[in-house]
């Protein structure tokens, strides 16, 4: 259950607030509006007055609403006007008026503005305006004159609508921590599927800005991207020319006057304000950074993978720059992938945003290799080759979202949990489209059955718990085929599989043998060791207790979160 609490000021905010209830709607999204409740239980209702001018009694009730204003006379407040809609979720059951009426006054008790057995509150009525919602207005001063105490009602109302979900049986929604996107009005909604658009201006701009913060490496190149994707930029610039901030618009996007509709960056979303963007374009860091040499895509998973260690290790600050920098990489993701996949991909990133923010300040140094990576990879012409680059980097995604779940859990950040839980929904999809091309290439150039018996018996003697799985894995063709592959550059096969098998847990994945060919083939794609350097190796493997250990890296298992599928 949704609601929102929005003031109206001026000597006829109470009339305007009725009249837009009664009506028709801007987009004739009102479906039979009629009272359900009030604060004294018999207030005249203009939708269910057939015998009476509509106009004139919507006059009749906003009198007897402003009836305590108008007595202040100057001496009225600012605000006048209370307004909260209320919206159950589309599968909640349809409830009646008498429970949207008991919801009402459960909601204007909690907010202070008329708490229960008091005669002096203040005036309020609930307005039925479809199946799934209802709009309550009070006005602001008391039948005895005074205010209402309503200090902090935003949180009491969500409070209490936590409470009314459990009560009637209505989809449950998190507690948030006030860092959430502000999410499009009622009125952005029904203009966006009057046009026929899947998303509302609000939120289309705000996925183009975060893709610009993600790709930019400067705030002029940021400015450029934007340009780029068809938003139109209008800085807010100070006297002394100095730009302290932005608005953007889509074109053709105008209001009933024909004026362009502006969204400051603060309003998309609390990051995306200039002063944010700018300390995220930002190096801090007291040592020039230097992009590390080889392939962008090996780079980019490697810092993915070390983002379950930073979560499970490093301080508050360090870890949630590391989820910013994940939400990054995923906003970047959907322009370098196959068109199959990135409906998906994009749904990953949309959902996965809401866990890049919390109240812990981010420290975003420690994850410039990851964000340089990803940005390289971007601006690569060819990027991925056949693929198996980005499946390389989904798969480390996985997890590092994972683990992102489990940090927020274990810090009660429910939205943001929420969101990581969704985001590996998505991501799992995407994983899955993508795979299944790249695999089947590499079963095609299969290793004979000599090689193919060999690494067999390796897996078995190295897990022989997960020994079965992997050989009757359809994908185990595949991954003999990078071991083969990197025998043929000079690696010692047995040593990268035992190093793959210590990365991360198998058990829970749907193809053990498709995530082991993922990081062979990164570990095998780099510089084959010397011929000494091979011995030692194998040396040190011998010696060492547990070589086929399979625990998170860098994580114990008490502190592993619960396992993702893919």
Known sequence: MI???????????????????????????????????????????????????????????????????????????????????????????????????????????????????????CRWVAVRHADDHIHIAATLIRQDGRRPKRDHDQRAVQREARK???????????????TAAKRPTSKEHFKAKRLGQDATSREILRLRVRRAVAAAASEAEFFAFLAATGVEVRPKT?????????SVTLPGDVNRQGEPIWFAGSTLAGDLSLPKIRARLADTSPE??????????????????????????????AAQGQLVALGATLDLLPLTAPTMARAELERAAAVFERATRSRVAADLDS???????????????????????????????????????????????????AAAEQALVHLENAYAQITGPVLAGLAQRSPGPQAKR????????????????????????????????????????????????????????????????????RLGERHAPSPRAQAANARSAAQRPGTRAHTAVGVPPQQRPPARRR
């Open 3 to 121: 609601s929102k609490i929005i003031l109206g000021k001026g000597p006829k905010a109470v009339r305007r607030t009725i009249g837009y209830l009664f009506g028709p709607g801007r987009a004739n999204e009102h479906t039979d509006p009629h009272l359900v409740a009030s604060w004294n239980d018999f207030a005249p209702d203009p939708g269910r007055s057939p015998h009476r001018d509509r106009r004139e009694v919507e006059a009749q009730l906003a009198t007897q609403l402003d009836q305590p204003v108008r007595m202040l006379g100057d001496k009225a407040p600012k605000y006048t006007v209370w307004h909260c809609p209320v919206r159950a979720a589309p599968e909640d059951p349809i409830l009646t008026d008498n429970q949207w009426a008991e919801i009402a006054r459960r909601i204007v008790a909690a907010a202070g503005i008329a708490p229960e057995g008091d005669e002096d509150a």
């Open 164 to 178: 009314i979900e459990v009560d009637y049986g209505l989809r449950r929604l998190k507690p948030g921590d006030g």
């Open 238 to 246: 100070e006297p002394s020319g100095d730009v302290t901030g932005y």
């Open 288 to 317: 020039p950074f230097v992009i590390p040499p080889g392939d962008p895509w090996h780079r980019a998973t490697a810092a993915t993978e070390r983002i379950p260690h930073h979560l499970a290790h490093s301080g508050e600050h």
């Open 367 to 417: 994850a410039q290799v990851l964000r340089h990576s990803v940005q390289a990879i971007w601006r690569a012409p060819a990027p991925g080759g056949d693929g198996s680059g980005l499946a390389m980097l989904i798969d480390a995604a996985l997890t590092a979202v994972a683990f992102a779940r489990h940090w927020h859990r274990t810090r009660q950040h429910a939205q943001q949990e």
């Open 454 to 521: 060999r690494f067999a018996h390796h897996l078995q003697e190295a897990v022989p718990e997960q020994a079965e799985r992997i050989l009757n894995d359809p994908a185990f063709d595949a991954l003999a085929t990078v071991l083969a592959e990197a025998e043929t550059a000079g690696h010692n096969a047995t040593t990268l599989l035992d190093q793959a098998l210590s990365q991360r847990p198998l058990d829970d994945a749907r193809s053990p043998a498709g995530a082991l060919t993922w990081r062979i083939r």
